[in-house]
């Protein structure tokens, strides 16, 4: 069985003070988060550098989807307890503090204590166009490692939630990934 991965909004802060935003998985361990970033990773650099991140609970999934596009720099607000920074759109956030940092070559473990977490706004529930754009954003995150027809495929099937239960801005970020996508196969086809 494995354990559930939560796909959530991770903020961090370098030490020059420059904000970046980064979807990740993360697992519960009893009282830790536990993040696993894949070297190089920004988060990981400044959440070893700080000693702090800020985990973010998001539901509008232009987020997701404008990260692996190169569409980072989305709203964020003072953390209220450490020097870091939360989203705006979040409907809940924690603020988080390394405890751990378990170095690898390829993935490090990061286990971070909870130090304080707010509620913004209610979770109205499941929604199969947020989740398509999520599945969608980490196809686009992967697309130099997966074969095109398996990105094609998959997009087509997510195509039909979208179709069926997208609002507007659900509408937006499977565009942001669409495009995404026909500029890779363009550039592929150009080389
Ligand atoms: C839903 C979702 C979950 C992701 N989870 C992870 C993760 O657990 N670890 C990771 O390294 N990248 C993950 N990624 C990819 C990162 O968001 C992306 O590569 C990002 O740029 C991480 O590197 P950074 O810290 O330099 O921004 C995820 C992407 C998506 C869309």
Known sequence: MNDPIYETVITSVATDGRVHVAPMGVRYAGERVVLMPFKPSTTLDNVVASGHAVLN?????RVFAGCVTGRRAWPTLAAECIAGQRLACALSHVELELVEHSDDAVRPVL???RVHAVTHAPFMGLNRAQA???????????LHMLPMEKIETEM???QI??????EATE???WAWLREAVAAYRAKARSR
Do not use: F, P
Request: glycine share 4%; net charge negative.
């Open 57 to 61: 609970i998001v539901t509008d999934t």
């Open 111 to 113: 286990r971070l204590a």
């Open 132 to 142: 398509a754009v999520v599945e969608g954003a980490v196809l686009i995150s992967r």
């Open 156 to 158: 087509n099937y997510l």
């Open 161 to 166: 939630a979208i179709d069926k239960t997208a």
């Open 171 to 173: 509408h937006e970020a």
